[in-house]
């Protein structure tokens, strides 16, 4: 699927301020470099459907076997070993053997001491993927099932299958120094290999998690050659009490024409329509009870247009730059979902309903995309109504004793609310004015 950083943080996938990311709300990595990759996952969709379906049974796999996953390693252990590898140490002794190894324990105090801190933190990393291994090694998953077999095969090597049986405590000099020099210089590019697997593991450990904890359900792809989107019980995760919405686009119904006064839920909607189908084409399980879906060539959103004062351009020259570019991208006859919030915000009225009429009427004969398009310029679906493809839909507001009263239902039809004036007086505005 193709993806631009402007969709990206359309969506929320990432943020300025990261605790409001969907990132955030996803990450449950252990370390670091798990963390990094994913990141990565989360910019990177999947480019065809085999891919989806393998990651998809990588992280089914890693739900089923969560509870039994091992806690011992840490990201402090994954640092220990790095830093082992980039620390200065002097030579250990030659010959092996007790006294030599009690000598360079007294005047090599320091380095024995970095020696053995790091010898004690390898065994917990070997037996902690020792663990792991039995347990990806049953998965279907090709993915996983690459890293097992070479996984397994670097925990066969050497002195590691002894420092997988080996009790920490047990643990005396000469054995130290004889662990730590395999260490070093026997295992080094086998070890970095080994931490690799795992920031990959604990990636898709942090998906399968978030799956579990936000009750995710597993999306099924269609083999079609048009675009095709259907959801019940759809909702944004990010929210403390979602609403949840049934949705469907499908050929000859392929427009989602929404209307609905400011606040009434118009921008979640839309994002969270486009944030199903953005973590569906990543491998993941969906905010959804069930969702069915085309594989999408690409997703592109108009939400969050700003001007470029640097370069001198307006929020409305944006708008139609952006406008521009969607339409340049999806003439492609590939499949596209197209997310447009409040199209031409940045001028005026008449020229608002002009602009977005002449807008509508072009994307609408394109068969290849899905589109969901907010406005708060109800008087457009008057000259949209001749069109079968286009669905007319809004988000209820009620005025009870001057306090909006919002359903965030979807509801068939067009909204012709207009609720900012009584906004602007029920937050305090009018009254401030007129104390003026």
């Known amino acids: 699927m193709q993806v631009d950083k402007t969709t990206l943080y359309d969506l929320g996938v990432f943020h300025i301020e990261e605790e409001q990311s969907v990132f955030h709300y996803l990450n449950f990595t252990n370390t670091n470099d798990g963390r990094d990759y994913l990141k990565y996952l989360l910019a990177h969709p999947l480019t ?19 509870h ?17 590898y980039e620390s200065p140490i002097d030579a250990y002794p030659s010959i092996q053997g007790n006294f030599p190894a009690y000598m360079y324990k007294i005047f090599k105090g320091e380095d024995y001491a970095l020696s053995e801190f790091s010898v004690k933190h390898s065994i917990d990393f070997f037996k902690a993927l020792s663990a792991i291994q039995s347990l990806i090694s049953n998965s279907n ?5 690459v890293i097992s077999t070479r996984m397994e095969m670097l925990l066969r090597k ?21 662990y730590a020099q395999y260490i070093r210089k026997g295992y080094k590019g086998f070890a970095f290999d080994l931490i690799d697997m795992y920031s990959q593991l604990d990636a898709y450990m942090s998906l399968a998690i978030a799956g579990n904890k936000y009750q995710f359900q597993f999306p099924h792809f269609l083999e079609s050659e048009e675009p095709y989107f259907s959801a019940k019980k759809l909702f944004h995760f990010q929210l403390p009490t979602p609403v949840s919405y049934s949705v469907e686009l499908i050929p000859g119904a392929n427009f989602l024409f929404l209307t609905g006064a400011n606040m009434a839920g118009k921008s979640t909607f839309i994002k969270a329509c486009g944030l199903a189908v953005y973590l569906a084409h990543i491998g993941m399980a969906v905010p959804a009870e069930t ?39 999806i ?7 197209i997310l447009i ?29 899905l589109f969901i398009l907010s406005t708060h310029l109800y008087e457009i679906a008057d000259s949209l109504h001749q069109y079968p493809n286009i669905l007319f839909r809004y988000f209820e507001t009620a005025v009870d ?6 359903s965030y239902q979807l509801k068939e039809g067009v909204s012709n609310d207009r609720l900012g004036y009584l906004i602007l007086k029920q937050q305090g505005v009018v009254d401030i004015l007129e104390k003026l």
């Open 48 to 66: 065809t459907h085999k891919e989806i379906k393998d990651t998809q049974q990588t992280i089914q796999h890693l739900q089923s076997v969560a």
């Open 68 to 84: 039994e996953w091992p806690t011992t390693l840490t990201n402090g252990t994954i640092m220990v070993l790095q830093k082992f």
């Open 141 to 145: 998953s090709a993915l996983l099932g």
């Open 158 to 178: 050497g002195l590691v299958p002894n420092m997988i049986q080996q009790n920490k405590e047990t643990l005396y000099p000469a054995l130290v120094l004889e």
């Open 291 to 329: 969702m069915q879906l085309s594989f999408f060539d690409g997703l592109l959103s108009n939400i969050q247009v700003t001007d470029n004062i640097s370069k001198g351009e307006s929020f409305f020259f944006n708008e139609v730059q952006r406008i521009k570019n969607t339409v340049e991208r």
């Open 331 to 337: 003439s492609d006859q590939k499949k596209w979902l």
């Open 341 to 369: 919030d409040e199209l031409f915000k940045g001028t005026n009225q008449q020229d608002a309903v002009k602009c977005s009429t002449t807008v509508i009427e072009g994307l609408r004969k394109l068969n290849n995309g």
């Open 401 to 406: 004793n001057d306090q909006l009263v919002f």
